[in-house]
């Protein structure tokens, strides 16, 4: 079967350094998707691995190891604004997205 | 910068009735797609459509569940007799290639 394992919820404090870590089991894989979703809004996209290793976009960073069906998505600077769920999903050999039910960042002063 | 849309932002409905969702995929893509959201629930994939027909579709949509892209832009997904259960947010994406990106979302409350 196919497969997404998220923390269901990670508290950081804003400035810090968070990192969401996501582990897989698709049927095939064309890639990993990271989506960032605030409470009644559509996902936004952050980011997308192909290939093993690790992919910079400003504050945040996601990496992939393909071997271990592992991926994480990096924080860095958090600001309030990041507070939000960010969901982990691989594409499988149909290129279908598979979703995870996401991790909930709750972000402090 | 371009954007997916959709219309309206929130339905309300009577158990039985039919509704269409419309969605403005974002112009030079290919790729088209259906998603909903049960509150608090993770996304599920509906169908997805390329070519003018559908290129793959999950177990949730099912002949109460249609799609139909009428014209060079507009994207619909029609339910023909909404059950309580289908009170969802419901989400296009477009692609070009591989990145979906999402439109705002409609609210559907079946009552």
């Known amino acids: 079967g196919q497969n997404i394992d998220q923390p269901t919820e990670m508290t950081a404090t804003e400035g810090a350094i968070v990192q969401i870590n996501c582990t897989y089991q698709?049927?095939?894989?064309?890639?990993l998707f990271w989506y960032q979703q605030h409470a009644g809004e559509a996902p936004t996209f952050l980011s997308y691995?192909?290939l093993d290793g690790l992919e910079e976009k400003g504050r945040f960073s996601s990496f992939l190891s393909r071997s271990k069906g592992y991926s994480y998505l990096l924080l860095k600077e958090l600001q309030m604004k990041d507070s939000a769920s960010y969901l982990c999903?691989?594409?499988?050999?149909?290129?279908?997205?598979?979703w995870g039910a996401g991790t909930k960042l709750i972000i402090k002063p | 910068e371009p954007e997916v849309t959709q219309t309206p932002s929130h339905q309300v409905t009577q158990m039985g009735q039919e509704v269409i969702l419309r969605c403005v995929p974002i112009?030079?893509?290919?790729?088209f797609y259906w998603y909903r959201q049960i509150l608090g629930q993770k996304v599920e994939f509906l169908v997805s459509?390329?070519?003018?027909?559908?290129?793959?579709k999950s177990e949730i949509f099912d002949d109460q569940f249609s799609v139909e892209r009428p014209d060079g832009s507009n994207f619909t997904l029609k339910i023909r007799s909404t059950k309580l259960e289908d009170s969802a947010m419901y989400f296009c994406?477009?692609?070009?290639?591989?990145?979906?990106?999402f439109g705002p979302g409609t609210r559907l409350l079946v009552l």
């Open positions: 698709t049927s095939g894989f064309n890639g």
């Open positions: 999903a691989p594409v499988d050999s149909n290129y279908q997205l598979i």
């Open positions: 112009s030079n893509h290919l790729y």
């Open positions: 459509f390329y070519n003018n027909e559908i290129s793959e």
């Open positions: 994406a477009s692609s070009q290639q591989e990145t979906q990106y």
């Open positions: 691995n192909v």
